[in-house]
């Protein structure tokens, strides 16, 4: 591809880079590094923002069911503030708040001040430069300004160069990183499932967890049938009961020799 | 579970030879049920591939049908009749088998009970062909049979009654305490609004 500021450079120049990408080789560690970094950075970014987008839409929602109506209507955001620091009481809370409040007008200001300063850049462009167009026509000037033009079209060459560069370099540093990950997820992984500690680990936890499960369920019945036996005795007119009722003795001797599949199941497990 | 009328806190000790109650004792049913549905359907969904393949003859090319003797008989196992009767059989030897061997059939392991004599000895055959003769005496007047197991102080239903066994926890049972406070205040308001008529 042609870079077009590349036919404003001198000839030799233009063929030198060129032979330099030609010559590079495939695998450069500092380039491979840098890759890595790039679209590392690319990445975590792009997931940044749009966690913040949905962070910061989720908190203005809960902001706003969380203020009493009285604040969110007719209440100018410095009165707000106001009625939270005398609402809080605390000294700590309110430094707290104000470091805050600082931080962000300190943001507000220098956006603003950025922007102010851009319009009265081009307000002393438009204004100075109808006056200095005569004294750029003046013969003493024109080597000067020769040599400006010459440093202008170099600077946006290399400004065109990055951006071409950046442009090839930024895909490839995210196929690169993305491919890292994926990568490193799936060795990980792979490792968890080689290990033998690890699998007996999951196996035992998985196990465990069902057993919980089964506790749970077992102990909710049995407090369902204590509760809905109560409702039916009341029902009948029946004396409730102050005890479940016990069996005979060989019963629960019986009960006590003959221990269930999961309990033996759960032992072996302790 | 010694918890005299009065007492603020019940003692709450774990319930293991107690009888079980009505709600462990029909979601061990259901369990089973659902058990036995899938095998059965996934049974019936055999046979039926099975003869479809062998009377249209997909699988060799030859139809069993134009075999002589072989027709009727296809058609006899595909009788509704005989696949209701097999499906009743099944669900009569699982309830037995397992009752019989085990004391419990896989549903009621899941939930922890035991079917036991009233002698406290293992259940024999006999009692457990009983017992599953009784669910349809338990069933026949609108399942009342089914629901005497609340208010019965053995908590016993007909089936139960009829085989003479007992249905009991085999584990340490112990009730979810935020659940029993509940009903403990429940019963006890019932207790005093009795006493007080």
Do not use: C
């Not at chain 1, 300004?145 to 950046?166: C, F, H, N, P």
């Not at chain 1, 029946?238 to 479940?244: F, G, Y």
């Not at chain 2, 007047?141 to 208010?151: D, T």
Request: hydrophobic letters at 45%; charged letters at 20%.
């Amino acid at each position: 591809m042609e870079n077009p500021a590349s036919s404003q450079l001198p000839a030799d120049a233009s063929a030198d880079m060129n032979q330099i990408t030609q010559d590079a080789p495939l695998f450069v560690h500092s380039r491979s590094l840098t890759r890595l970094v790039v679209g590392g950075i690319g990445l975590f970014m792009d997931e940044l923002w749009s966690r913040l987008e949905e962070w910061e839409t989720t908190t203005d929602r809960q902001v706003r069911e969380m203020l009493p109506a009285a604040q969110q209507d007719g209440i100018s955001p410095a009165r707000k503030g106001a009625v939270g620091v005398r609402e809080s009481g605390s000294a700590v809370v309110t430094a707290r708040r104000a470091m805050i409040g600082m931080i962000f007008q300190a943001e507000d200001n220098i956006r603003y001040s950025v922007a102010q300063a851009g319009r009265i850049g081009r307000l002393i462009e438009k204004s100075v430069s109808p006056l200095l167009k005569p004294l750029a026509r003046l013969p003493l000037i024109k080597p000067a300004k020769r040599r400006y033009d010459q440093l202008v079209a170099r600077g946006e060459m290399e400004l065109a160069s990055w951006i071409k560069t950046g442009e090839e370099q930024e895909l490839s540093s995210r196929i690169l990183m993305t491919r890292a990950l994926s990568e490193t997820i799936d060795a990980f992984f792979d490792y968890l499932a080689a290990n033998p500690s690890v699998r007996d680990l999951v196996q035992t936890q998985s196990t465990g967890l069902a057993n919980e499960v089964v506790e749970e369920v077992r102990e909710r019945t049995v407090s369902a049938d204590t509760f809905l036996e109560g409702i039916a005795r009341g029902i009948f007119r029946k004396t409730p009961r102050v005890e479940v009722p016990a069996p005979s003795p060989e019963v629960k001797i019986k009960a006590a020799s003959l221990r269930s599949i999961h309990q033996r199941g759960k032992k072996r497990l302790q | 579970m010694n918890q005299t009328q009065g007492q603020t806190a019940p003692i709450i000790t774990d319930l293991q030879g107690y009888y079980a109650g009505f709600i462990s004792r029909v979601l061990a049913f259901i369990i089973d049920a659902i058990i036995i549905a899938l095998t059965i359907t996934v049974f019936n969904w055999i046979v039926w591939v099975t003869l479809d393949t062998l009377s249209t003859g997909i699988f060799l090319g030859i139809s069993a049908n134009k075999i002589p003797g072989v027709g009727p008989v296809i058609d006899f196992l595909r009788d509704s009749f005989l696949i209701g009767f097999l499906s009743a059989l099944f669900i009569l030897l699982y309830h037995v088998f397992f009752t019989y061997f085990a004391g419990q059939t896989p549903g009621k392991a899941l939930l922890g009970l035991r079917v036991v004599a009233v002698e406290g000895k293992r259940v024999s055959v006999v009692r457990s062909l009983l017992r599953y003769l009784g669910y349809f005496v338990s069933a026949a007047p609108l399942f009342i049979g089914f629901f005497w197991v609340l208010i019965d102080d053995q908590r016993q239903g007909w089936h139960d009654k009829i085989a003479r066994t007992y249905v009991i926890y085999t584990w340490e049972a112990r009730p979810d305490e935020r659940f029993l406070s509940k009903e403990l205040y429940i019963l006890s308001s019932h207790h005093r609004r009795g006493s007080s008529q």
